[in-house]
């Protein structure tokens, strides 16, 4: 019986980031109450440690994506563009939940054009997080390191946009 739940759960997640028209992108949701986001410190595929406490006093994008999902991949450019248009007040970090190589996770990377770093995704990650339903899926910290907003799905870049700019003026 716990293989066919295994199986069906696999199935519904890849489904979830399949390459459709519809529904449509993400829209924020706006938490009602700041949570704050614990601490956590992960290398990069290059080997860099990454800490989002080093990051405290700006706003951090944390994208959870995978190399094989669709809207994943359509999302990576819109992140890319928000890190160089705010630069250092804005920090994006991508999460990889992929069992790809690191070889592999780096030349897509390099071919996708990311400017912000890569970790993979982790347990003890995972825990300081909320839960991860679908993927992508993307938490907006404020600099605080409080969590104000998430989209479950591919975000809507104009929305996601909204969100960041929203943070960066305070």
Do not use: H
Request: charged share 20%; net charge neutral; proline share 8%.
């Amino acid at each position: 019986m716990l293989p066919r739940i295994i199986a069906v759960i696999a199935i519904a997640a890849v489904a979830a980031c399949g390459d459709r028209a519809t529904p449509g992108p993400a829209a924020a949701n706006r938490l009602a109450k700041p949570f704050p986001i614990d601490s956590f410190t992960a290398p990069d595929l290059d080997g860099r440690s990454i800490s989002l406490a080093a990051w405290k006093g700006q706003v951090v994008v944390v994208n959870v994506w995978a190399t094989w999902c669709a809207p994943c991949r359509r999302e990576l450019p819109v992140l890319a563009a928000l890190q160089t248009k705010y630069q250092e007040r804005v920090r994006v970090l991508g999460i990889l939940q992929d069992n790809v190589t690191d070889e592999f996770a780096r030349q897509f990377a390099k071919q996708a054009q990311l400017n912000f770093p890569v970790i993979r995704s982790t347990f003890e990650i995972e825990t300081r997080l909320p839960a991860i339903a679908v993927i992508p899926m993307t938490f907006v910290i404020d600099p605080a390191g409080n969590m104000v907003s998430m989209f479950a799905g591919e975000a809507d870049p104009t929305e996601l946009e909204k969100e960041v700019a929203r943070l960066v003026v305070k």
